[in-house]
T-cell receptor
Framework: RKEVEQDPGPFNVPEGATVAFNCTYS??????FFWYRQDCRKEPKLLMS???SGNEDGRFTAQLNRASQYISLLIRDSKLSDSATYLC???????????FGGGTRVLVKP | ETGVTQTPRHLVMGMTNKKSLKCEQH?????MYWYKQSAKKPLELMFV???????ENNSVPSRFSPECPNSSHLFLHLHTLQPEDSALYLC???????????????FGEGSRLTVL
């Protein structure tokens, strides 16, 4: 089983709609969780951290479910510029190594 | 302007060539990383350097040889590569340890390598 798993998509989303997708992780010792965004042919960039109580950053909402070992990202009022691959990233308590998921591709269409 | 710059951006090499990828970070970070990104596969960590010392070698074949002369520069020396080594090679930097709160790595734009 992969350490961090994501649905590769693509998720085709009408502009203005809401899209949500999950990421599952296998290691219960995982401590911290993040979402990165990677535009086509660009480098990954940190989008947001995921806190235990859930958190929002504008139109983006991240949730963590430790019991079921998954995190989620919800995008409201999708914009064309939200089209990207969203990478789920896990940091274990021991060591400082980030493990990346394969990414979920989102395509927002007019 | 990115705080992490990589050169060259594109590289085509034969299996018998020797080439090097270069990375420079202007962020004052202590840790630098090499990642490999292949099509339809997750980012794979290759090497980690902390204060110029290698702290992780993720079972990378010896045809990849990293070098970190100082905290701002990182090289990846390539020799006798295979076609399956064709990928995007990403350099990143961070304060060490990677912050539990932000988990932020700063990536360069990558060097796209094609091995013929």
């Amino acid at each position: 089983r992969k350490e961090v798993e994501q649905d590769p998509g693509p998720f085709n989303v009408p502009e203005g709609a809401t899209v949500a997708f999950n990421c599952t992780y296998s290691n219960s010792a995982s401590q911290s969780f993040f979402w990165y965004r990677q535009d086509c042919r660009k480098e990954p960039k940190l989008l947001m951290s995921v806190y235990s109580s859930g958190n929002e950053d504008g139109r983006f909402t991240a949730q963590l479910n430790r019991a079921s070992q998954y995190i989620s990202l919800l995008i409201r009022d999708s914009k064309l510029s939200d089209s990207a691959t969203y990478l789920c990233v896990v940091l274990k308590a021991a060591g400082n190594k980030l493990t990346f998921g394969g990414g979920t591709r989102v395509l927002v269409k007019p | 302007e990115t705080g992490v710059t990589q050169t060259p951006r594109h590289l085509v090499m034969g299996m018998t060539n020797k080439k090097s990828l270069k990375c420079e970070q202007h962020l004052g970070h202590n840790a630098m990383y090499w990642y490999k990104q292949s099509a339809k596969k997750p980012l794979e960590l290759m090497f980690v350097y902390n204060f110029k010392e290698q702290t992780e070698n993720n079972s990378v074949p010896s045809r990849f040889s990293p070098e970190c002369p100082n905290s701002s520069h990182l090289f990846l020396h390539l020799h006798t590569l295979q076609p399956e080594d064709s990928a995007l090679y990403l350099c990143a930097s961070s304060q060490d340890p990677v912050s539990q709160r932000t988990g932020e790595l700063f990536f360069g734009e990558g060097s796209r390598l094609t091995v013929l």
